[in-house]
């Protein structure tokens, strides 16, 4: 079976959570680099990437990489490789770019010299000079870094966090993706408490329990390769019929969510049972403020709201200092919180973060404090 190159590219920060998912999967010859990993596979495992991959955004297939300073050598570069055994005759494709450091910064001038160069390999492989474009589509991306060309086709379309469960999302919402790597790199395991306090949409908490239950994040959604004569339709059948069978029962776990918004708090409800885990979680209306916490072990991760949302300083004071006075003395809660407010510290001030990652949720560069908790007894 032909081998391939695949490329998980994911947010910067999550390439650890990335490159484990990977592994899990029975892939073992990793090339990890940033915002993206590397990793060869067949064909036919091109839908079980798309299918199991939780916290990467897209499954880009790897084309080529090239030392390309001008124009004629990106031109030839890519004119070299072999597109025609991926892009049909009637193929509709697109190319998207960015460059980075790379003596070609003109992003619409390399992605129109990929663009002639794809349609004169194609040329040679048909023996047509006429190109309808009319059936399955194709997005080529060339990515320009420090003088080096990297071709790829993205296999997923749109981006891996849509997974289709999302009816409804607040204000900024957390992509679904970032949900996922957040719960991973928690300590929360199925049979641990786990809430979230500010739970928005409630994609922490589905994506919480959509990993406890082993479903495929993407069985209820297309990929864009599904529609690719070289991916044959039986691989997909299959990898769909395997992760319907890998899928475990509900098993009564301990997830609650909170929210101040009564809407959200339907729409978490609502969300939820789409996604099939509305029976595994539990969600309340109530302020943060009102929280009482009982448990002496358990988990909080949460995207709480900062200045996105609210802009009121005061507001946001008066939330980190009920998160404080909540769980000061809670010394078995593990608490894992992700915001673009620096000054989140200086008001939970049970202890310094044990770990604080820097990520992006999209463009807003943010913190992931993570503040380890005492581990509950063995049974």
Known sequence: MQEITLIAICTFGLEAVVKREVKALGFDRLKTSEGKVEFQASVDDI???????RSADRVLLKMGEFRAMTFDELFEGTKALPWGDWITEDGKFTVTGSSHKSTLGSVRACQAIVKKAVVENLKAKYHIDWFEENGPEFTIKVAMRKDVALLTIDTSGSGLNRRGYRIHSGEAALKETMASALVQLSFWREDRLL????CGSG???????MLARNM??????NFASEDWPSVHPKAWKAARRKARLAEKPPRGMQIFGYDIDD???DASQRNAKKAGVGDDITFEQKDVKELWIDKPYGILISNPPYGVKLGVFQELNQIYISLHKTFRKKKGWS???LTADKK???YFKRAKPDRVRKLFNGPLEVNYYQYYGERPPRE
């Open 216 to 221: 495929a994040p993407g069985l209820n959604r």
């Open 47 to 53: 839908p079980k990437a798309n299918l199991w991959l």
């Open 195 to 198: 809430i979230d306090p500010f």
């Open 335 to 337: 608490i894992y919180m």
């Open 344 to 346: 989140f510290p200086d």
């Open 263 to 265: 809407e959200m708090v």
């Open 203 to 209: 994609t922490i908490l589905i994506e919480a329990a």
